[in-house]
C-alpha cells in the first residue's frame, strides 16, 4: 500500500513538474475565436503538415479558415486532397473523408 503512494506521488510530481516546464503547457487554453496553434510546428501556413493537423485537431474556425484557403488557392486544395489519400483506408477517419470529398468536389 505504502509503494502504491509513494509511485503515485511520484507520478503526480512528475506531471507537475512536466506542465510547470514544456513551453506549450504555459498556453491558454484555445478559445473558439482564436487561430490554431500548431504546437509541432514553427509557422502558421498551410503546409502538409498544417492541413493534417486541422483536419485531425482543428475545431470549427479552423475548418473555416482551411475552407478559405482552399477556396482561394488550388495549391492549397491539392495538399488537402494529397493529405486525405494517406488516411482514406481507415474507415473511422471520418474528418479525412469528409475533406477528400469535399476537395473532390472542388476539384471537378
Not at 504546437?39 to 493534417?52: E, K, S
Request: with cysteine; net charge positive; aromatic share 12%.
Amino acid at each position: 500500500m505504502d509503494y502504491q503512494k509513494k509511485e503515485r506521488q511520484v507520478q503526480n510530481t512528475c506531471r507537475s513538474f512536466f506542465w510547470l516546464t514544456h513551453p506549450v503547457a504555459n498556453l491558454r487554453p484555445r478559445l473558439y475565436n482564436q487561430a490554431m496553434y500548431h504546437r509541432h510546428l514553427t509557422h502558421q501556413q498551410f503546409t502538409l503538415a498544417a492541413i493534417d493537423d486541422v483536419i485531425a485537431r482543428g475545431k470549427r474556425p479552423d475548418w473555416a479558415e482551411l475552407r478559405r484557403a482552399v477556396l482561394s488557392d488550388r495549391a492549397v486544395l491539392e495538399k488537402v486532397l494529397r493529405v486525405c489519400q494517406a488516411h482514406i483506408a481507415d474507415p473511422y477517419a471520418q474528418r479525412y473523408h469528409f475533406w477528400k470529398q469535399y476537395a473532390e468536389r472542388h476539384l471537378a
